[in-house]
């Protein structure tokens, strides 16, 4: 149950701030939104409750934009956005 509401909270929040940035909702946001709140809450997910599994969902979802926002301010190449999404999610959610 907890890493369905983290995937699904951190996809949703994803889609929102793709739209409200690029003007409309992507596929690929969907997708790495989704991996994103997986990576999170893995780690975490037999020690949480479902409303901390929906906190982790938010949290993973804003810190690993912003991971994979900087990595592309500073124009570093990373196509799939493991390093923003995984690594980092991960690291949050240990």
């Given at each position: ?55 982790l969902g938010v949290v993973a979802t804003v810190l690993c934009y912003c991971c994979c926002e ?25």
């Amino acid at each position: 149950v907890n890493s369905e509401i983290a995937a699904s909270v951190a996809l949703f929040l994803w889609l929102v701030i793709d739209w409200i940035r690029n003007g409309r909702p992507g596929l690929v946001g969907l997708c790495v939104g989704a991996i994103a709140g997986l990576a999170t809450v893995t780690p975490a997910a037999g020690f949480v409750q479902p409303w901390g599994a929906l906190v982790l969902g938010v949290v993973a979802t804003v810190l690993c934009y912003c991971c994979c926002e900087m990595l592309k301010h500073f124009g570093l190449d990373d196509a799939l956005d493991v390093w923003g999404v995984h690594g980092m999610g991960g690291f949050i959610g240990s």
